[in-house]
């Protein structure tokens, strides 16, 4: 029995009797309208491979890990149309309404575009299943730069993994598309018409703005604002990757990006931050490069560009994982996290947030909708570690950031934030409140490190055993004060 009610649908499931949520949809995929109703947590490499048949997108890892399913989704922004690259893998149906979704299909053309020409020519392909994937990821990278170069590049395709290049073959194409797209000055068009004159793009890809313009002008409300639901997605790359069945039978809500602007502000001396903004959006912020010179580096180790693209902020301080990198970011900063549902809004500290692993300060019906820290003082310091099995695209065994004013050499105040040491993020209180009023040496830095342990309870786990974490914490702190202040102590006074 089907019951519809604004693009809503209502399927009975005859094994179980229970009712599961289906919408109705509308986006473009390629040059196509696509019109679906289906369950919103239904992912949109599964509709492309199995409904639309377009198979050339990769199932692999199902994890976001490998880069095989990688595709790009553009969304409207004024009068353009933005694109990033994203895991298929780990997007849920119902995130797309009004997008523009494009494949590998969907830029094929009668020719070898200059990213696929050279990938043939330089024998970077060859059992071909991670191909698209780097192919999408290379364009991806096109329609967001505008000074090319071989470094970004090579950075852009991190989370494409190949087995079978070696990646030296790889490289040499990348260097050999860089070459021949740096030949041509766009000349102040915009970077879609540059691509479609250059030939990477189809020319189909000119009138996008406008068609999708067409679906949101349609009278159907969003689906994000036609349901009240318990299951609040975001990103949703953490929840994908491990409750993607749980979920095909969960009513949710989606909360879109479409109308959040801006993302970053400051009022006030607070620097606000909408618990939407992704990943990339902290990155690239103007405002935060600013406050923190080195935020890109910083988060360049959480996931890959495709996740960094699609996870947000508020999706990973209330995933409350003891580990989240933005948590640990974000704790020595005296955070606040502002909360609201139909009935209240309330304003909780970061540091308070966590009541317990994976209990978190907040109700079914609250959503989170911003975070907000005094941006720090002129003589204040700031730095971020963290240490995993790989370098890059994992979570963090331990990871911990500091945040200390600092004059003439004594420390006027300090907060030192701990990941993978215990059932939730942790500030080092009792650290902390030993260093207040100290001058920074080498044997107060060794004493802040033994205070450390006692308050940390770390747990032997796949990451690393519990005295192997205490280890770390020791000498991330020993790191935190070698980076930052070179002038009071080096590493040779600390071993």
Known sequence: MLESWAGINYFRNKNYGEIILSISISFICNNQLVQASLHPATTVLDFLRKHLRLIGTKEACREGDCGACTILVGELNNEN??????????LPLGSING????????????????????????GGTQCGFCTPGFIMSITGYFLNSHDYNLNDLATSLDGNICRCTGYASIKRATQKITGVMNDSNPAGESRVEFLVKRGVLPEYFLHIPDRLKEIAG????????????????????????????????AELKFLGRQKVKPLVW??????????????????????????????????????????????????????????????????????????????????????????????????????????????PEENGYFNFEKVS?????????????????????????????????????????????????????????????????????????????????????????????????????NVKELI
Request: aromatic share 10%.
């Open 81 to 90: 149309v933005s694109y990033r690259s994203v895991n298929s893998c780990l």
């Open 218 to 249: 349609e009278k159907n409300k969003p689906y994000n604002e036609a349901v009240n639901s318990i299951n609040f997605i975001a990103g949703g790359t953490d929840l994908f990757a491990k409750d993607a069945e749980r979920l095909l039978e």
């Open 266 to 375: 400051n009022k006030d001396n607070l620097c606000f931050i909408n618990a939407a903004a992704t990943v990339s959006d902290i990155q690239s912020s103007e405002l935060l490069q600013k406050i923190f010179p080195g935020i890109k580096n910083y988060f360049n180790s959480f996931g890959s560009l495709p996740i960094r693209n699609n996870a947000t902020i508020g999706g990973n301080i209330v995933n409350a994982s003891p580990i989240g990198d933005s948590i640990i970011f974000f704790l020595v900063l005296n955070a606040r996290l502002f909360l609201s549902s139909e009935s209240l809004n309330r304003e909780v500290p970061l540091k308070n947030f966590y009541r317990g692993y994976k209990n978190i300060d907040k109700n079914n019906e609250e959503v989170l909708n911003y975070i907000s820290f005094d941006i």
């Open 99 to 122: 997008k523009h979704i494009v494949t590998i299909e969907g830029i094929n053309q009668k020719e070898l575009n200059v990213i696929q020409s050279s990938l043939l020519d330089e």
């Open 389 to 489: 099995k790989r370098t890059y695209m994992d979570i963090a065994t331990v990871n911990s950031a500091i945040y200390a004013e600092v004059k003439d050499g004594v420390i006027m105040h300090i907060n030192i934030s701990a990941g993978g040491v215990a059932p939730v993020p942790m500030l080092l209180e009792k650290t902390c409140d030993y260093l207040i009023n100290k001058n920074i040496t080498a044997e107060h830095i060794k004493n802040a490190a033994v205070i450390s342990q006692s308050e940390i309870s770390p747990i032997d786990d796949v990451r690393g055993s519990a005295g192997y974490k205490r280890l770390l914490l020791r000498q991330i702190i020993f790191a935190h004060f070698v980076k930052l202040f070179p002038v009071y102590v």
